[in-house]
């Protein structure tokens, strides 16, 4: 269960993907307080809060395995801004009967595909150790960040209610800052990992 937020979606691939690339896909809007519009709203509500829940764990990693300070003082700060966003979401549904966090609507390919990344990422992770660990779990941090800092946008543009649209935009914005961190730490650590290599 752990190690299932270390997922990496097919969805936050291909968003990755259009960055790079400079594609933008057509943004499909359903017209303000429609039940498209709510069946939406309410499935990235869902899926973000089931992301935004099992980051919250992210930290938890600290007791079997050893990171450096870097690492684990940004890992933490993942996973505490993660709690805060999840609880957000909750009190959200708590106030308007109308938001469901149960709505995980995905393709049986697409939940499939999910549980072999899964697999395959816990495997990588408990057969790890030192920097190829670290290398490895801030790998994954991107692609989670990545896919929960697009979530929430979607989440955001399709609740027609302003203040917690605005919410939303915040737990974007702030997994965006993580994820730019993150990235920044990986390309520093990589960096380490090849100057070690070739003293050696």
Not at 69 to 76: C, E
Request: charged share 25%.
């Amino acid at each position: 269960m752990l190690m299932r937020i270390l997922l990496a979606p097919l969805a936050a691939i291909l968003s990755i993907a259009c960055l790079l690339t400079g594609c933008e896909p057509p943004k499909a809007k359903a017209p303000s307080g429609s039940s498209a519009g709510q069946s939406t709203r309410n499935n990235s509500y869902s899926l973000l809060h089931q992301l935004l829940v099992e980051q919250a764990d992210v930290s938890l990693l600290r007791f079997i395995k050893r990171e450096h300070a870097d690492v684990k003082s940004l890992i933490k700060l993942i996973a505490a801004d993660s709690a805060t966003g999840a609880k957000l979401l909750e009190e959200c549904a708590k106030h308007d009967p109308s938001i469901s966090l149960d709505d995980i609507r995905l393709p049986s390919a697409e939940v499939a595909t999910r549980e072999a990344i899964a697999s395959s990422k816990k495997k990588d992770l408990l057969g790890q150790s030192g920097d190829e660990f670290e290398l490895t779990l801030l790998l994954t941090q991107t692609e989670a960040l990545s896919y929960a800092w697009h979530l929430a946008k979607v989440a955001s543009e399709s609740d027609t209610q302003p203040d917690r649209a605005r919410a939303l935009e915040g737990i974007s914005k702030n997994m965006e800052n993580r994820y730019h961190e993150v990235f920044v730490l990986l390309l520093s650590k990589t960096k380490e990992s090849g100057r070690d290599r070739s003293e050696k």
